[in-house]
């Protein structure tokens, strides 16, 4: 498989690494069986991201693709971050081989899970906001 220079450094240098204490939403998507498990956190103030940290057990593709997806959702609204597709996350890496476009899946789906739990949290139901969160490792290229 080969890698763009952007997916190596995202890599080799992830940002956004740890934990946020106190998070105001936490999303954990993933499966053991895939061997991808991502975990996002979010500090927001005023609907704004103002924070926003990863932990990511996987693959490279999985923590490039989580650095880059906390890199494009930073200092975004939440509105904003919500628009963020897997796609969005590919191109901005430079692509990715197919085998690994699962890889984007998971950090789109743990920054809408955290989104939701972000919700939840403020007492709200966060299908209204986020619609259907969940990551279905039976149906993913990657997890076969």
Request: with cysteine; hydrophobic share 40%.
């Amino acid at each position: 498989m080969i890698y763009s220079e952007k997916v190596m450094d995202h890599f080799a240098n992830p940002r956004n690494v740890g934990e946020i204490e106190n998070a105001d939403g936490i999303g954990e998507v993933g499966n053991a069986k895939c061997g991808d498990i991502m975990k996002m956190y979010l500090k927001i103030n005023g609907g704004i991201i103002e924070d926003v940290k990863f932990k990511t057990f996987g693959c490279g593709a999985a923590v490039a693709t989580s650095s880059m997806a906390t890199e494009l959702i930073k200092g975004k609204s939440i509105e904003e971050a919500l628009k963020l597709t897997n796609k969005a996350v590919i191109e901005a890496l430079d692509g990715l081989p197919p085998a690994k476009i699962h890889c984007s899946v998971l950090a789109e789906e743990a920054m809408k899970a955290a989104i939701a739990d972000y919700y939840t949290r403020q007492g709200l139901d966060p299908e209204l906001y986020v619609g259907k969160v969940s990551h279905n490792c039976d149906a993913c290229e990657g997890c076969k």
